[in-house]
């Protein structure tokens, strides 16, 4: 819908309506990651758990994603009960894992090891994947430059710097805003 949500969210629910309209599961990924986008958690992760319980094909990457979208409005809420069942879903992503042919496919993998980092570090993300894409702006300051102060100098921060560069332009590129998304890219290619 070329950035606009708003529209693309109605569109989505009125599909949601038509009782002709099946599988469902791709409507709610879609309605999760427009509720993201505008850092409304309570729809996101309505519409997230819906996907979560109604998708067989990738159950980690379907919980990992209801995780961190509950994670992103803890960092807001500071609610325990949030906490909990965020940290109960991230804890059930690694045994969710799907195997074909002996081998994990790489998106459920990164679900995974990103779940036992959370858990290793005692509930907490330093930069959320899918978060930074929703709230880059506040980790990045106008400079470009990533705001984790407690956390520069570990051997995370240049990937999570890297990472919320990346996610920052590709906000921009389907806002349209075509000159911050290449500036964002050049930021990647210098370093």
């Given amino acids: 819908m ?3 949500i708003d ?3 109605e569109w989505y629910l009125r599909l949601l309506d038509d009782p002709h309209v099946t599988p469902r599961r791709f409507l709610y990924f879609e309605l999760t990651m427009c509720y993201a986008l505008q850092s409304n958690w309570d729809s996101c992760i309505e519409f997230a758990e ?3 319980t109604g998708s067989l094909y990738t159950p980690a990457i379907a919980t990992y994603l209801e995780a961190i979208f509950r994670y992103a409005k803890i960092t807001s809420t500071n609610d325990q ?3 909990q069942k965020t940290t109960e879903l991230f804890e059930l992503v690694p045994t969710l894992r799907i195997r074909h042919l002996g ?3 790489t998106p459920e993998k990164v679900a995974v ?3 036992q980092e959370y858990i290793k570090n005692d509930g907490l993300l330093i930069v959320p994947d899918l ?3 929703v709230r880059a702006q506040e980790y990045i300051n106008n400079d470009g430059l990533l705001i984790v102060p407690d956390l520069v100098n570990t051997s995370d921060y240049v990937d999570n710097y890297l990472t919320a560069i990346f996610y920052r332009g590709v906000i921009f590129r389907h806002l ?3 000159e911050k998304a290449r500036e964002c890219q050049q930021i990647i290619v210098d370093l």
Avoid: H
């Fill in 176 to 178: 349209a805003d075509y």
């Fill in 103 to 105: 081998k994990t496919i």
């Fill in 50 to 52: 819906k996907f979560r």
């Fill in 113 to 115: 090891v990103r779940a």
């Fill in 7 to 9: 529209s693309a969210i």
């Fill in 81 to 83: 009960g949030d906490r």
């Fill in 131 to 133: 978060v930074a894409v």
């Fill in 2 to 4: 070329n950035g606009k």
